[in-house]
């Protein structure tokens, strides 16, 4: 069983920026971040191979999201710049022992964090 720990979100202007942070129990194979707007289904946002550190990005945060990792405290982050109101969203945090969270569903998930982006 792996425990998942969010921090940041917040409210934050548009152009702003914001970064989360997830701290897992152990060490696990692929974290990253899944986001779900109000009304619309839950998106894949990024990844990373804690290993190797391979990341993998949504589309539409390639260039302004950046994923990393911190594989001595089995943490990773996501620092989210120049954010618009339509990344509006809850952040969930999520994690897999041995597959990869965007090409397998995620069998664990943090609490989730609101982060609000006025326009």
């Known amino acids: 069983q792996v425990q998942l720990v969010e921090s940041g979100g917040g409210l934050v202007q548009a152009g702003g920026s914001l970064r989360l942070s997830c701290a897992a129990s152990?060490?696990?194979?692929?974290m990253g971040w899944f986001r779900q707007a109000p009304g619309k289904e839950r998106e894949f946002v990024a990844g990373?191979?804690?290993?190797?550190?391979?990341?993998s990005y949504a589309d539409s945060v390639k260039g302004r999201f950046t994923i990393s990792r911190d594989n001595t405290k089995n943490t990773v982050y996501l620092q989210m710049n120049s954010l618009n109101p339509e990344d509006t969203a809850d952040y969930y945090c999520?994690?897999?022992?041995?597959?990869?969270?965007?090409?397998?569903?995620?069998?664990?998930w943090g609490q989730g964090t609101q982060v609000t982006v006025s326009s």
């Open positions: 990373v191979l804690m290993n190797s550190g391979d990341t």
């Open positions: 999520a994690t897999n022992e041995r597959t990869s969270i965007k090409t397998s569903p995620p069998r664990y």
């Open positions: 152990g060490r696990t194979f692929s």
